[in-house]
């Protein structure tokens, strides 16, 4: 079946430093989408992307999805405290709407 | 305009007990999937339902586990003869419309003593 290849699995970095973090697969995906999830809640959704080669900006976050629609990365930039938590990248494989998920970043910020 | 409901929070139940999870949509959404998140790990889909139709249970496992979406009420995730590998946080997401924007509930974490 289709899968994700989330990267990093895990990142430890000071407070005010950038986050880079992606997702590729073998199979090409109509939509992209980046959710942060924290400890004992659902994700909730940061960015998402509906055509190859799109960026996307929403506020500290910028996101793209690759022009091969096999990848995506999402940086952050200038991190704080509250960044801390663990980021899925999400595909849509067909029309059918269901999501395969990545195996996680899980982000830890040092203030 | 609340989110997307889903109870109980926490489950416990002993092996061989039934568990029922619930999940109510966000207000106007017709569209309910269900996915489950074993520790450690990322979200796998488990099944896609419209108001009284399955549309897709291609993540499900064939034995013990059912979902609904009535007319009226919460859609209902059903686990009979639990396992201790059913120890797992279950999440149900809503949507408007099929493929758009997924919007997630708390989850329930359902742990089998």
């Known amino acids: 079946g289709q899968q994700l290849n989330q990267s990093p699995q895990s990142m430890f970095i000071q407070e005010g430093e950038d986050v880079s973090m992606n997702c590729t697969s073998s199979?090409?995906?109509?939509?992209w989408l980046w959710y942060k999830q924290d400890p004992g809640e659902g994700p909730v959704l940061l960015i998402a992307?509906?055509?190859?080669?799109e960026l996307t900006s929403n506020g500290r976050l910028t996101a793209q999805f690759g022009i091969t629609r096999k990848d995506s990365f999402l940086n952050i930039s200038a991190s704080i405290p509250s960044d801390v938590g663990i980021y899925f990248c999400?595909?849509?494989?067909?029309?059918?709407?269901?999501?395969?998920f990545g195996q996680g970043t899980e982000l830890s910020v040092k203030p | 305009n609340a989110g997307v409901m889903q109870n109980p929070r926490h489950l416990v139940r002993r092996r061989g007990q039934e568990a029922r999870l619930r999940c109510s949509p966000m207000?106007?959404?017709?569209?309910v999937y269900w996915y489950r998140q074993l520790p450690e790990e990322g979200l796998k889909f488990m099944v896609y339902?419209?108001?009284?139709?399955?549309?897709?249970e291609s993540g499900m496992p064939k034995e013990r586990f059912s979902a609904e979406f009535p007319k009226e009420g919460p859609s209902i995730l059903r686990i009979q003869q639990v396992v201790r590998g059913d120890s797992a946080a279950y999440f149900c997401?809503?949507?408007?419309?099929?493929?758009?924007?997924?919007?997630f509930g708390p989850g329930t974490r359902l742990t089998v003593l």
């Open positions: 997401a809503s949507s408007y419309r099929e493929s758009d924007t997924q919007y």
């Open positions: 199979s090409i995906f109509n939509t």
């Open positions: 992307l509906y055509k190859a080669g």
């Open positions: 999400a595909g849509v494989y067909n029309q059918g709407g269901k999501l395969i």
């Open positions: 207000k106007g959404h017709s569209h």
């Open positions: 339902l419209q108001k009284e139709n399955i549309i897709d």
